[in-house]
T-cell receptor, first 116, second 113 residues
């Protein structure tokens, strides 16, 4: 149980275009979802936290207009990178948590974004 | 401030040797503790977790970790390393009562044949 999927697993786009990444909880209801960014050979950096039906809470320094997050249902959250530029190229990982006493996060497999 | 420290950026061991990866945290109470492994280009795989109870935790792939409250540590161990264990290892702390995790900077493990 507790499986999280991401789609696509990798994407290449041209500079200036927008890219949408989906994160789905397959067998549980995700009351909270998280989006992380990981640069090569570095740790995960939390970008934002989203609760179903609410606006996302962004971490300091993350541009909310650049990284649009929608958590419209208990099984789906989307991250849209708007007007992507080469510096947005990165590995994006989502995680999901269901309401429980331990608040454990379950991680997706990640999406590799390359902006040309 | 809450923090997680993985003092070793790189560790190299020979196949069959024992392994210990260090993790220290700074937090006022007992947090939830996790170890994840990440292969290149892949997502995170949970090795083991500690919420409460027995301080020696068994995980997958032959890994174990011991929570030592007095040392604020949660070190990961494996008695005999396999070549397939070469990867990046992350320690994470989930402060109880919150949803956010704090990740360590990671330890890259290299295994010599």
């Amino acid at each position: 149980g507790a499986v999280v999927s991401q789609h696509p697993s990798w994407v290449i786009c041209k500079s200036g275009t927008s890219v949408k990444i989906e994160c789905r909880s397959l067998d549980f209801q995700a009351t909270t979802m998280f989006w992380y960014r990981q640069f090569p050979k570095q740790s995960l950096m939390l970008m934002a936290t989203s609760n179903e039906g609410s606006k996302a809470t962004y971490e300091q320094g993350v541009e909310k207009d650049k990284f649009l997050i929608n958590h419209a249902s208990l099984t789906l959250s989307t991250l849209t990178v708007t007007s992507a530029h080469p510096e947005d190229s990165s590995f994006y990982i989502c995680s999901a948590s269901e309401r429980s006493s331990y608040n454990e996060q379950f991680f997706g497999p990640g999406t590799r974004l390359t902006v040309l | 401030a809450q923090s997680v420290t993985q003092p070793d950026i790189h560790i190299t061991v020979s196949e069959g040797a024992s392994l210990e990866l260090r993790c220290n945290y700074s937090y006022g109470a007992t947090p939830y503790l996790f170890w994840y492994v990440q292969s290149p280009g892949q997502g995170l795989q949970l090795l083991l977790k500690y919420f409460s109870g027995d301080t020696l935790v068994q995980g997958i792939k032959g890994f174990e970790a011991e929570f030592k409250r007095s040392q604020s540590s949660f070190n990961l161990r494996k008695p005999s390393v396999h070549w397939s264990d070469a990867a990046e290892y992350f320690c994470a702390v989930g402060p109880s009562g919150t949803y956010k995790y704090i990740f360590g900077t990671g330890t890259r493990l290299k295994v010599l044949a």
